[in-house]
């Protein structure tokens, strides 16, 4: 597998009234093509804050990204955007779904970014939507009229209608109950089977052991990986204690 | 209270820019309305103060020399409602000043000439000028101190085509209302001189005593003064009441105030909308907040207290920033008024108007705001946690993305407008009215940026380039054809000069236009119909039809002296320098006149033909203008030269005192016979019209370019200033949307336009609306300034730039967005 994404001596600074805070502090890491990353840690470790140096929505402060070899982490604004317009998908925990549009325009809105309007395009959303259990009479609702299982399916179609290179996910389960959660994460677990490579953010057991790499954040830092193989049910139990054996190793 | 407070002064804070900017067109609101108001009310006390402060009379008649019997001043002495009157003499005309030797400082002005006993006669003459110590003493009004910047000992010189007459300025005088500004007062030796060159008239300044009715009596003095002559005295006597001196000062005075109101008046209309734009944002956004405040216990009245007194704030802070300004802008107003009428005096800008509008533009910010805020009491906490009512109730879909085909981001800006479309007619109000600003001064911008142009609406024709009245002793046709038979000559019109008719019985008398041939004078700028043709034909201005309610088709009646006669109303005329004024043909004249004859020439000179050269070759064929022979000192190489301008002097002296038109002279000398006579006389008068004109139009170019520009630039800043508001409201509103927007790849340049975008379909209902407003306003102007041909493609031209101007405010007023990362945008 190729590295997708690649890090080198990343860095992100936040400051707040004069005192500098070191997020995330010399990183080197490497997100591999196809795979599922999961990137877990503690509350403040700075996991989100990785997520979104790595996927263009927020700039580092020292250091590089590579996507694909290319140098992103001095592209202006404008240009990130248009690197994430072709290349990124995200999926957020708050799912933020625009509250003024139904659910059709809500991913068609990114879709239309990237590519012009046709009866194809209509059709391949109506798909997605139909393909993660949202039907044509739901279609037409708002986000506040479905449940918030409902909205982060949407979420994930608007995310995957351009059929971006890397899907990035922020605690995609974290404000849904578990029937929903569980959903989505099928819905994941699709997408990964058919090729999409995916890094999430999640502080959840359940929701890693969908991943095939974990990678624990410390102090701004990766302090530990752990490879999983592919997600099978039947191997849960195997997986789960897998896991639980390298987050205890991590202090989790 | 305190707590309330504490919340607007946290809402202020945390939207300090959007505070700062509406808090600057509050200045600029109470500053701009506030002044005017002042100046409106302070202007009403100039004209009585003028009057006050020089002891002059409220009331004039001037009547030509010719036209001037000992009879009317009898019939004043009889009069019991005659408190006090006075008599005096001047001569008027447009002349070139200039500072000594210097041709660079001349300028023309409308002078009026007095003898110092003249002036002693009609005002307390307040100057301490010395007639006696300087040779041809001149005393100015003390507002020509500043324009022409001269003071007492310099040397000034009047020129009159070509003949300098010089004087020493003696000092300065405060007038009252006798011809303020444009009157000079001189030695009763020069006034004897300058007599011989200019039109002359009779001036009686009349006072009445209280309860007068001052325009009857004056009409009953002027018919007093036509049953006493069998000349027709209509253009001959000129009446001005008190009453119209007072309103025509005070609608001169006034118009500047009143245009700076209208533009405060868009401001109030900004103001207005943004108020009520933010409270509906801020409630948006702090719904949850909200929520919480009532959870902690405030009341709702409370919460909407808070949102009223935030804008009550900035509103005093607006008034602490604004009330010198305003003062000072009133003071500065109200210079200008008096500087206009040529009023020396102090004036004071007075307070009471300034403080009313202060109270009631707060007030009016006030409930604006408090009506918004009561907004608040529909949600209680449960509802504001869960961010109020509207987001659970979507009626309708706007531009569905499924069914779009063009620019994705065009879609979604008409998709945000269509869903905000209610809240956009405060906005559609204000760009109208600002478009309404914009095309009315562009238009009148435009209009007044070529002086040509306006000599030619303003006059109603194009104008001459050289004007020669001829003396009696001629016939008009031949002449005129010898005229228009030079090379350097385009065309030749008689027209005719001086003369006044009543049309439809009204009493104020209209001027009155005589051509042989309306089918030569193509320059006459016809709107309506067409100009008369035959003698039971006339024409009218614009202004005079609506005057008296006539239509093209109707029978209009003309009285010309005694005589009344009635003629065909054949159509209309644009003409804004002398907009009451009636258009017949000779024959049509002679009807009421049988003895007419023209004596004026306008001549049109070729392209590149000098007129300075062509007036000397007129004067080398038709000899000097009379008053030139009358005023020469005698002088001569050879006694026959001296004999011949001796025997000219003595003719022209007889032409112009006992109205001889005709002589001839033989004087031997030795075996000489020296003859002559006044048939080498022909010009009474030579000017050039057009050259004097322009110089007067060029003046007016300026001031209303000043005007128009100043207009722009406030409808500009309006615009500027409130989209600023706008979008720095509605990206506070939709910042998360932005944020999600970002995250998904739109740029920010992307999410500009959708912004600025938005703007467009209200900017573009506003400036249909806007210019169709434009039209009656410009119908307005027309019949106050002249007719103003709206041309339809400069104002599209000038709709699209609004258009433009709206987007690009919008765009750049959204450059905000650049500066904040998706990220930042997605956690706020």
């Known amino acids: 597998m190729n590295a997708i994404l690649k890090t080198e001596k990343l860095c992100k600074t936040f400051s707040n009234e004069g005192l500098q805070q070191h997020v995330i502090k010399n990183l080197d890491l490497e997100i591999m093509e196809k795979d599922f990353t999961i990137i877990m840690g503690s509350s403040g470790s700075g996991k989100s804050t990785l997520l979104y140096a790595l996927s263009g929505m927020d700039k580092p402060s020292m250091g590089k990204v590579f996507f694909n070899e290319e140098d992103i982490s001095d592209y202006s604004n404008d240009k990130l955007a248009l690197f994430r317009r072709k290349h990124c998908g995200f999926v957020f925990q708050s799912i933020y779904l625009l509250e003024n549009m139904n659910v059709l325009d809500n991913v068609l809105t990114g879709a239309l970014v990237a590519r012009k309007n046709s009866p194809e395009l209509v059709a391949r959303v109506k798909e997605l939507l139909e393909k993660v259990g949202i039907e044509e009479p739901l279609w037409k609702k708002y986000p506040n009229q479905l449940s918030g299982g409902e909205c982060q399916r949407v979420g994930i179609v608007r995310a995957v209608v351009n059929e971006p290179q890397i899907l990035f996910a922020d605690e995609p389960t974290g404000a849904l109950n578990s029937s929903s959660g569980q959903d989505v994460l099928n819905v994941f677990t699709e997408l990964h089977k058919s090729g999409q490579s995916i890094v999430m953010v999640t502080h959840d057991l359940k929701t890693a052991l969908r991943g095939t790499r974990v990678l624990y954040l410390r102090d701004g830092g990766i302090v530990g990986e752990h490879r999983m193989p592919e997600y099978e049910t039947d191997e849960l139990p195997k997986r789960r204690e897998s896991l639980q054996k390298f987050l205890n190793e991590m202090g989790w | ?828």
């Open chain 2, 1 to 828: 209270m305190k707590k309330i407070l504490r919340l607007s002064l946290a809402n202020i804070k945390k939207h300090r820019r959007e505070s700062i900017l509406l808090m600057v067109l509050i200045v600029f609101c109470i500053t701009l309305l506030s002044s005017s108001a002042a100046a409106v009310k302070g202007v009403k006390k100039i004209t009585p103060s003028m009057v006050e402060e020089s002891g002059c009379y409220k009331n004039f008649v001037y009547v030509y020399q010719e036209s001037y019997s000992d009879r009317y001043l009898a019939f004043l002495e009889e009069d019991p409602r005659v408190e006090d009157y006075g008599h005096t003499s001047m001569v008027t005309d447009i002349l070139k000043v200039r500072k000594g030797q210097d041709a660079t400082t001349e300028q023309l002005f409308d002078i009026s000439f007095v003898p110092e006993s003249g002036e002693e006669q009609m005002e307390c003459f307040q100057t301490d000028a010395d007639f006696q110590s300087v040779e041809h003493p001149i005393v100015l009004d003390v507002t020509n101190r500043g324009k022409l910047e001269i003071a007492i000992g310099d040397e000034i010189v009047i020129l009159r085509n070509g003949k300098e007459f010089p004087f020493t300025v003696a000092g300065f005088y405060e007038s009252g209302l006798w011809g303020y500004g444009t009157k000079a007062v001189i030695s009763e030796e020069d006034f004897a001189s300058l007599e011989n060159y200019m039109k002359r008239y009779e001036v009686i300044g009349i006072n009445t005593v209280p309860g007068t009715d001052d325009d009857a009596f004056l009409n009953e003095f002027k018919a007093f003064a036509q049953d006493t002559t069998l000349n027709d005295l209509t253009s001959a006597i000129s009446l001005i009441s008190y009453k119209d001196t007072v309103t025509m000062n005070e609608a001169n005075m006034e118009l500047l105030s009143i245009i700076i109101a209208i533009m405060a008046g868009v401001i109030v209309i900004a103001v207005m909308i943004m108020i009520r734009f933010r409270i509906v944002s801020d409630i948006k956004e702090q719904i949850v907040s909200i929520g919480v405040l009532e959870a902690l216990g405030y009341t709702s009245g409370e919460i909407a207290a808070s949102y009223v007194a935030e804008y009550v704030l900035l509103a005093i802070a607006g008034v602490l920033i604004s009330i010198f300004p305003a003062f000072f802008l009133a003071k500065a107003q109200l210079q200008n008024a008096a500087n206009s009428v040529n009023y020396g005096g102090s004036v004071s800008a007075p307070a009471l108007p300034i403080l009313c509008c202060i109270l009631i533009i707060v007030l009016f910010i006030g409930l604006i705001a408090l009506t918004k805020a009561l907004a608040v009491r529909k949600y209680p906490p449960v509802l504001a946690f869960r961010k109020g009512i509207e987001t659970h109730s979507f009626k309708k879909t706007f531009v569905p993305l499924e069914k779009t085909r063009g620019n994705v981001h065009i879609c979604l800006a008409m998709k945000e407008f269509l869903q905000g479309a209610r809240n956009q007619i405060g906005l559609t109000v204000c760009i109208a009215a600002c478009t309404v600003m914009v095309l009315l001064s562009f238009m009148i911008g435009i209009f007044f940026s070529d002086a040509n142009r306006i000599l030619g609406s303003v006059c109603g024709h194009e104008m001459c380039d050289v004007r020669i009245e001829g003396t009696a002793d001629m016939d008009p046709e031949v002449f005129a054809a010898e005229l228009a038979g030079m090379p350097e000559v385009r065309q030749v019109l008689t027209p005719a000069v001086g003369l006044g008719v009543k049309v439809n019985g009204i009493e104020n008398p209209v001027n009155l236009e005589v051509y042989g041939d309306y089918a030569k004078t193509s320059t006459i700028l016809l709107t309506e119909g067409r100009l008369p043709e035959h003698e039971n034909e006339a024409a009218l201005t614009v202004q005079e039809k609506k005057r008296i309610g006539a239509a093209v088709g109707d029978t209009i009646t003309i009285e010309y002296g005694k005589v009344k006669r009635d003629y065909l109303l054949t159509g209309c005329v644009n003409s804004a320098v002398d907009p009451l004024t009636a258009y017949l043909t000779v024959e049509g004249f002679k009807r009421m006149d049988p003895g007419y004859a023209p004596r004026a020439y306008d001549i049109y000179l070729n392209e590149g033909v000098d007129k300075n050269a062509f007036a000397e070759f007129l004067k080398g064929r038709y000899g000097k203008e009379i008053a030139t022979y009358k005023e020469e000192e005698v002088t001569g190489d050879t006694l026959e030269d001296r004999i011949r301008n001796t025997a000219n002097k003595e003719m022209a002296k007889a032409m112009t005192e006992k109205g001889v038109s005709y002589m001839e002279y033989a004087i031997r000398v030795g075996d000489t016979v020296i003859t002559g006579s006044t048939s080498a006389m022909k010009i009474e008068k030579l000017t050039f019209v057009l050259e004097e004109n322009q110089e007067i139009a060029g003046m007016l170019c300026v001031s209303f370019a000043a005007i128009s520009i100043g207009m722009m630039i406030a409808s500009g800043i309006i615009v500027i200033l409130m989209l600023a508001i706008l979008m720095a409201s509605t990206i506070r509103k939709q910042y998360r949307e932005l944020g999600i927007m970002k995250s998904l790849g739109y740029t920010s340049k992307e999410l500009m336009f959708q912004m600025a975008f938005r703007i467009i379909p209200v900017a573009l209902i506003a400036v249909v609306l806007g210019t169709f407003l434009s039209i009656p306003l410009m119908g307005i102007v027309g019949d106050f300034v002249c007719v103003i041909e709206v041309d339809l493609i400069s104002t599209i031209l000038v709709d699209l730039a609004v258009l433009a101007f709206c987007f690009g405010c919008a765009y750049f007023s959204a450059r905000r967005i650049k500066k904040i990362s998706a990220y930042e945008l997605i956690t706020e």
